[in-house]
């Protein structure tokens, strides 16, 4: 005899319970599901994204032009006018100065800070009116746009321009704009009155002589490493010793501020400005002192 579900009567008691047991299943189905999901969902948000990487520093400057960068006090502005018409110059100068580009991205890359890169790549009448205050000619007139290639090298009051730069020289480039960087940031004398600068031209040519005891057996050059070297180490002492300084005074500040004084808020605070100008006036001496003995280095060098 054929049984079916209606022979057996299932007491509601038993059917509750199993549509709870499915209505459970359900739930963590559906919960599995939006766990899963919401899994997924912060796996692909936390997925790294593939980025690309730096492409490592395909310019390996000299030994000699890192040193000339490592010794460098003051920055030094570095003018680059790259203003070619393609349709009126070679591919072969293009490339060329890309190239260029390259390497001056080599010099500020490993230049401490130093080196401020600045192009000019658009005809302008401003950047047409610079590359002519730099001493960099235009060319190409007869063919088309007035092009412009070639370098301005400048620190403080001085400059000097390598203009026409040209594939054929691009071996002796990088030397020679590091040699142009190194003349164009040595410090010079500041003019003073003559009994003052007796008095300073004799202290300075003193220091030179207490820093390097072997004089007569160093070069110009190596002299003028060693002083840099001695005076970079009293440019770091002094912003380490203002550091000290300016910290205690703004903790001065803030001591004032917490009392309610404005007597002693307002003492505090000159004690700041006192301490940031008197560190000032210190660097501005150091500098002075270098330019004095890099000057009195020369002139006993020349005896």
Do not use: H
Not at 2 to 19: H, M, S, V, W
Not at 25 to 41: D, F, I, R
Not at 210 to 224: C, D, F, K, R, W
Not at 256 to 273: C, I, N, V, W, Y
């Amino acid at each position: 005899m054929k049984t079916t579900a209606n022979d057996f009567p299932i007491e509601p008691q038993t059917r509750e319970l199993a549509g709870a047991r499915i209505n459970l299943l359900v739930l963590a189905l559906a919960l599995t599901l939006a766990g899963g999901g919401a899994w997924y969902y912060r796996s692909l948000r936390q997925q790294p994204v593939a980025k690309e990487l730096p492409p490592a520093d395909p310019i390996v400057l000299s030994e000699s032009t890192r040193a000339v960068l490592q010794r460098l006090v003051f920055p030094v502005d570095i003018r680059f006018y790259s203003i070619l018409d393609p349709a009126g110059v070679p591919a072969s100068l293009v490339s060329y100065a890309g190239r260029v580009d390259q390497l001056l991205s080599g010099f500020q890359r490993q230049g401490n800070g130093m080196i401020n890169v600045i192009r000019y790549n658009v005809v302008s009448d401003s950047a047409a009116e610079s590359a002519s205050s730099d001493g960099i000619k235009p060319f190409n007139l007869e063919k088309g746009n007035a092009c412009y290639l070639g370098l301005a090298v400048a620190c403080n009051d001085k400059r000097e321009s390598l203009s026409d730069l040209g594939p054929e020289w691009e071996q002796a480039l990088e030397f020679d704009l590091s040699r142009a960087i190194e003349r164009v940031s040595r410090p010079n004398p500041q003019p003073k009155p003559s009994a003052e600068a007796s008095n300073i031209a004799t202290a300075a040519t003193q220091e030179v002589m207490g820093a390097i005891p072997n004089l007569a057996a160093v070069s110009v050059e190596e002299g003028t490493q060693i002083l840099r070297d001695a005076a970079m180490k009293q440019f770091k002492a002094a912003v380490d010793e203002r550091g000290v300084q300016v910290k205690a005074a703004e903790q001065q500040i803030i001591r004032a501020r917490q009392s309610g004084s404005e007597t002693d808020q307002e003492a505090a605070m000159k004690r700041l400005q006192q301490v940031q100008s008197d560190q000032a006036e210190k660097l501005k001496q150091i500098a002075a002192s270098l330019e004095a003995q890099l000057a009195a280095l020369e002139q006993l060098k020349a005896k």
